[in-house]
C-alpha cells in the first residue's frame, strides 16, 4: 500500500507513533508527528528517526490550516478516542486509524493476534516461541516493547505476526483481521479509559468483527462473558479451559495439558514440564497450544518457555525465594500471581491509579501475605482498602529500593517476596519492564 499523495498526521511521539512515522514516510507519505506536551523533546524525537527524515514534528496544538492539509490521522494507543483535538478531527471527517490497522494494512502473511486483561504478554511471547520452531519468519510484536509498524517493513508474504493486542489498540481498527484470535478473559479494567465494562467488552470482542467463516478464535470456556460470546460467532471457535475435560478443544487434566478433536486426545505437555507457576499460565499454555493448532502445528512441535516479568523466579537469599510479577499491573492479574504463591509471602505492591478497586485482591491473601509493603500513588487507597478487609500488616516504603529492604529484614526462612502491584507502574517507572528489572537488581544486591 502507498501513501503518495497522503498528508497523515501521527498522534503520539513513543515506540508507536515513532513506528507509524517511519513506515509512512517510507511509503511516501507526508507524516506529521504531533504531540500535545509542549515539553517533548524533540531532538530527542528526531534521533529516532532516519538521518535525514522529511518528518514535521508539532507540539502543543492544531490550527485549523494545519488540520486543513490533513488526509488522514494516526493514533498511538496511548491517545484516547475522545480528547477534545480527536473529536474536532472527527468531526473534519479524517479517517482515524490505530497503530495496528496501518500495520495490519500495510503488511503482509498471517497475523494471530491475543487480547484478554491479563495474559496477554505470556500468551503472545510462548506462542511465538512456538511459531519461531516451525516457520523461517516470525515477528512478534505489540505492548512488549516491539513495534508492529516497525516489523511491517522487513516482512515478506511468508511472514507470520504475533500481536498482542490491546484494548486502546482495538478501539481504533477498522479492518483488522486476524487468521487467530484470541481473547484470553475479561476482567474490570482501564475503565478510567473505556468508562464503562459494557464499552470495555464490546472493545475486546472487535478483534473477531472482520475474521473470516475459515478464521479461528481461540476463548476461555471459563470465562463467563466469552463463553456467551463465542456461542454467537459466525467463526470457528477453540476452547481451552482449566476447570473440565471438554470434547473439542485444549483442558487441563490433573497435571497434563491435552488436546481433544476429533482425531482424538493428544498430550500436549504436562505443567510439571514448564517453569510457569499457576493456573492462569497454565491457560496461557493453553491458549497458545491452542493458537498454534488452529495453525497446523503438531504438539510435538511445541515447546514452553518462562516469561520475563510475570511470577519470574529471581533468586534464593538467606532460605527465602524472590519473584518478579511486575506484570501484575491491574488486582485481577495481582489475585493471579499471590494465588501461585506456595509460601508465606511478603508482597510489594502499589502505583499508579487506574480507578481499580483492591478488596479482592486482598481477599485473596487467604492467609498467605504476612507483610504488603506499599509504595506509589496508590499505597493510602490500598492500605484503607487492606484494613477494611481485616488485614493490617501494613508498611510503607518511599521507593521500590526501600520495600526490597523492608522484606528481606522482615523474611525469614521459607518465605517468599513477591513484586506483585496490581497497579501500572507510571509515575514511578516508565514501564513495567523497568520496574521489574530494577526489582531483579536489588535483589541480586542484597547480601
Known amino acids: 500500500m502507498e501513501w503518495t499523495g497522503e498528508t497523515v498526521l501521527v498522534f503520539g511521539t513513543g515506540i508507536s507513533g515513532i513506528g507509524a512515522a517511519r513506515l509512512l514516510a517510507n511509503r511516501q507519505a507526508e507524516v506529521v508527528l504531533f504531540d500535545e506536551n509542549t515539553k517533548t523533546d524533540t531532538e530527542k524525537v528526531l534521533g529516532k528517526l532516519p538521518a535525514g527524515s522529511k518528518v514535521k514534528i508539532l507540539l502543543g496544538e492544531l490550527s485549523d490550516e494545519e488540520i486543513g492539509r490533513l488526509t488522514r490521522v494516526v493514533l498511538s494507543p496511548g491517545v484516547p478516542c475522545d480528547l477534545p483535538l480527536v473529536n474536532r478531527l472527527r468531526d473534519r471527517g479524517l479517517p482515524i486509524w490505530g497503530e495496528v490497522e496501518l500495520a495490519f494494512r500495510c503488511g503482509k502473511g498471517d497475523v494471530l493476534a491475543v487480547t484478554g486483561t491479563n495474559g496477554k504478554t505470556t500468551t503472545?511471547?510462548?506462542?511465538?516461541?512456538?511459531?519461531?520452531?516451525?516457520?523461517?519468519?516470525?515477528?512478534?510484536?505489540?505492548?512488549?516493547?516491539?513495534?508492529?509498524?516497525?516489523?511491517?517493513?522487513?516482512?515478506?508474504?511468508?511472514?507470520?505476526?504475533?500481536?498482542?493486542?490491546?484494548?486502546?489498540?482495538?478501539?481504533?481498527?477498522?479492518?483488522?483481521?486476524?487468521?487467530?484470535?484470541?481473547?484470553?478473559?475479561?476482567?474490570?479494567?482501564?475503565?478510567?479509559?473505556?468508562?464503562?465494562?459494557?464499552?470495555?467488552?464490546?472493545?475486546?470482542?472487535?478483534?473477531?468483527?472482520?475474521?473470516?467463516?475459515?478464521?479461528?478464535?481461540?476463548?476461555?470456556?471459563?470465562?463467563?462473558?466469552?463463553?456467551?460470546?463465542?456461542?454467537?460467532?459466525?467463526?470457528?471457535?477453540?476452547?481451552?479451559?482449566?476447570?473440565?475435560?471438554?470434547?473439542?478443544?485444549?483442558?487441563?487434566?490433573?497435571d497434563m495439558i491435552r488436546f481433544a478433536s476429533e482425531k482424538g486426545i493428544t498430550d500436549i505437555c504436562s505443567v510439571k514440564e514448564v517453569n510457569l507457576l499457576g493456573i492462569h499460565n497454565y491457560e496461557n499454555i493453553m491458549a497458545a497450544a491452542a493458537m498454534a493448532l488452529a495453525c497446523g502445528v503438531t504438539a510435538e512441535e511445541m515447546s514452553f518457555q518462562a516469561v520475563e516479568h510475570r511470577i519470574e523466579y529471581v533468586e534464593e537469599k538467606h532460605g527465602v525465594k524472590y519473584y518478579n510479577d511486575s506484570k501484575g499491573t491491574n488486582p485481577d492479574a495481582a489475585i493471579r500471581g499471590i494465588r501461585a504463591m506456595e509460601r508465606p509471602t511478603l508482597l510489594i505492591g502499589g502505583g499508579y491509579d487506574k480507578n481499580a478497586s483492591y478488596e479482592e485482591w486482598i481477599r485473596a491473601f487467604d492467609g498467605k501475605v504476612k507483610y504488603l509493603v506499599l509504595i506509589g500513588q496508590t499505597r493510602e487507597k490500598i492500605a484503607e482498602a487492606a484494613k477494611r478487609c481485616g488485614f493490617y500488616n501494613i508498611l510503607f516504603a518511599e521507593s521500590l529500593a526501600e520495600a526490597v529492604q523492608i522484606c528481606a529484614s522482615r523474611a525469614e526462612k521459607g518465605d517468599a517476596v513477591l513484586l506483585s502491584p496490581a497497579c501500572a507502574s507510571w509515575g514511578m517507572f516508565p514501564n513495567y519492564e523497568v520496574r521489574g528489572r530494577q526489582f531483579k537488581e536489588l535483589v541480586h544486591q542484597l547480601p
Open 124 to 254: 503472545t511471547s510462548l506462542l511465538g516461541e512456538i511459531m519461531k520452531h516451525v516457520r523461517k519468519e516470525v515477528h512478534v510484536v505489540g505492548n512488549i516493547g516491539f513495534s508492529y509498524t516497525e516489523a511491517v517493513q522487513h516482512m515478506t508474504d511468508q511472514a507470520v505476526t504475533v500481536a498482542e493486542i490491546s484494548s486502546f489498540q482495538l478501539e481504533t481498527t477498522e479492518q483488522f483481521a486476524p487468521k487467530v484470535s484470541a481473547i484470553l478473559n475479561i476482567t474490570p479494567d482501564h475503565l478510567d479509559r473505556h468508562h464503562t465494562m459494557e464499552e470495555y467488552i464490546r472493545v475486546k470482542e472487535l478483534i473477531t468483527v472482520h475474521q473470516k467463516p475459515e478464521d479461528t478464535c481461540v476463548l476461555n470456556y471459563e470465562d463467563d462473558i466469552l463463553r456467551d460470546f463465542g456461542e454467537k460467532l459466525p467463526i470457528k471457535v477453540l476452547w481451552f479451559s482449566s476447570a473440565r475435560v471438554l470434547d473439542r478443544g485444549v483442558y487441563l487434566e490433573g
